[in-house]
């Protein structure tokens, strides 16, 4: 950066009165700060990077202090960075003001063939950090795998399975999948059976596969009992919260069995939960339900979490979560993101694939496309019943997918009931948050100079009240928090 835009950010630091996911302040007005080994790993394990400020005192409330010594301060950021592996090299912006002078040390992102970055005295699985908020937070031992994975492309659906046999597949599914492969394969022709069973990924090294398991196997659960799917249905909007008859679930069911078996089990499950609202047509005279959710984006966003989960030895014990609460449905798959792929490349980009015999077989099974249109349908079913964009989160090794549905939102209401400011939301945050907003999003259309004056005078009353609630209520400052309509005040226009 400029100068005029370290002083720019430091303006904005100020008036916030808070660090971000990407910045990081240090006062340094008194020596060099003893501890950023842990920045300087969670930022350069980031997409983004990350930006240290050196100059602002958190302690007195974002205070300009300035920094001791300008030179020697970068330095000996110069000199932590080098202690790093892969070595750290910062950016430097120096700015003053008055007698005062500030530092900003820009942070690059690490190539993630060569994640995680971390402090090498300490080694990979001590010494690597990932930032979580305004926090750098430790890698748990799987968050180090993955980046391992990754780069050494681990072939997990294909691992062997201790136990497993041939002859304890279901032999006529396997033999009608193996007949699928060879269709239009003439060269599949010429191989014997075991050479097709190693080049169909049933066996690896003699050995039957985690993907033959999953695909064929009577019962997958006898090998793995929580590689499995825990659906349930919630009566509020958070888990704990019970019903007036004392329950925390409406239903709750393990699903088990192979792929297909879940993915039919999870679909069923969801039926029996979600209600169907009735709408006659006017002039026809005719019936039409609209359901809760579209079908079709909760088939997606199910299978997507089946095919593309994390099947390592560091997940064995993680079961899919399929919550239904009173307003929303969320999908949670162990592993993450795959790959390079980020959340706004969803759908966009060809992405690597963590599971590539799993995806195969069922698309071979008729069970899935495999032509990365998964996420699109998604979204445009969502769209065709009027509801809000799909929500999707990859946070620390869980990939979640949450659909909305039309009870939360203003789109439930008639027309002539909304409205755009009253005199309890001026500023019409009700309508505009009938879709999950972000902060950011909100502060860009209240459009004040000050965020926290902003916040506090339009959107903490309606939070408040209930009109607005978030979508992360127990951890009110994550940087994944969303505002979403629940239902306005009495007299306001919106009922809930």
């Keep these: 950066m400029v100068e005029t835009e370290l002083k720019a950010l430091l303006d904005r630091i100020q008036a916030h009165k808070c660090e971000e996911q990407v910045i990081e302040v240090k006062a340094a007005h008194q020596g060099c700060p003893e501890k950023l080994y842990d920045t300087l790993s ?36 110069m000199e932590y960075g080098e ?4 070595v750290v090299r910062p950016v430097f912006t120096v700015c003053g003001e008055g007698d005062m002078v500030f530092v900003s040390a820009e942070i690059p992102p690490v190539d993630l063939a060569e994640r995680p970055c971390f402090k090498t005295a300490k080694g990979r699985l001590q010494g690597s950090y990932i930032r979580v908020g305004d926090g750098d937070k430790p890698m748990t031992e799987y968050e180090v795998y993955s980046y391992e994975a990754f780069r050494k492309k681990y072939r997990d659906d294909i691992r062997e399975v201790t136990g497993a046999s041939l002859a304890a597949l279901d032999q006529v599914k396997l033999e009608d999948y193996l ?21 169909t990924g049933i066996l690896h090294n003699g050995s039957v596969t985690m993907s033959a398991v999953m695909l064929f196997s ?9 590689l499995g799917v825990i659906a349930t249905c919630v009566p509020g909007t958070e888990m704990g919260v019970l019903d007036e008859t004392g329950r ?11 792929l297909p078996e879940m993915l039919e089990g999870c679909l069923a499950f969801v039926r029996n939960n979600m209600r169907t609202a009735t709408v006659i047509d006017q002039k026809t005279g005719k019936r039409r339900d609209i359901p809760q959710y579209p079908m079709d984006a909760v088939r997606e966003a199910v299978l997507n979490a089946l095919i593309h989960r994390d099947y390592s030895f560091h997940t064995e014990g993680m079961p899919i979560q399929l919550v239904m609460y009173a307003d929303r449905l969320e999908i949670s798959s162990p592993g993450g993101l795959y790959g ?55 946070h620390r090794g869980t990939f979640t997918v949450t659909l909305y549905h039309r009870a939360t939102t203003a789109e439930a209401l008639k027309p002539e009931q909304k409205r755009t400011g009253t005199a309890e939301d001026p500023k019409g945050l009700l309508e505009f948050c009938r879709e999950p907003r972000s902060r950011r999003e909100i502060l860009d259309l209240l459009a004040i100079h000050s965020a926290q004056y902003a916040l506090r005078r339009y959107l903490d009353p309606l939070v408040e009240s209930g009109a607005i609630r978030l979508t992360i209520p127990e951890k009110p400052k994550s940087p994944r928090q969303r505002y979403v309509t629940a239902f306005e005040k009495e007299g306001t226009g919106y009922t809930e």
């Excluded at 195969?360 to 065709?384: C, F, K, W």
């Design 179 to 199: 007949l699928r492969r060879k269709k239009n394969r003439a060269h599949l022709e010429l191989v014997s059976q075991k050479q097709l069973l190693e080049l």
């Design 248 to 258: 925390r679930f409406t239903d709750s069911k393990r699903i088990e069995g192979t």
């Design 218 to 226: 009577p019962y997958p659960q006898a090998y793995f009992p929580q």
């Design 83 to 86: 202690q790093m592996t892969p």
């Design 340 to 394: 390079r792929l980020t959340i706004d490349q969803l759908g966009m980009v060809q992405p690597d694939t963590r599971n590539p015999v799993m995806v195969t077989a069922m698309e071979v099974l008729d069970q899935t496309e495999n032509r990365y249109s998964g996420i699109p349908r998604i979204r445009h079913a969502m769209q065709e019943l009027n509801l809000p964009e799909p929500v999707f989160a990859d």
């Design 42 to 77: 969670s930022f350069a394990n980031q997409d983004s990077g990350g930006t240290l400020v050196f100059g602002l005192d958190e302690k007195q409330n974002f205070k300009k202090v300035g920094v001791y010594d300008a030179q020697d301060l970068q330095k000996r950021v």
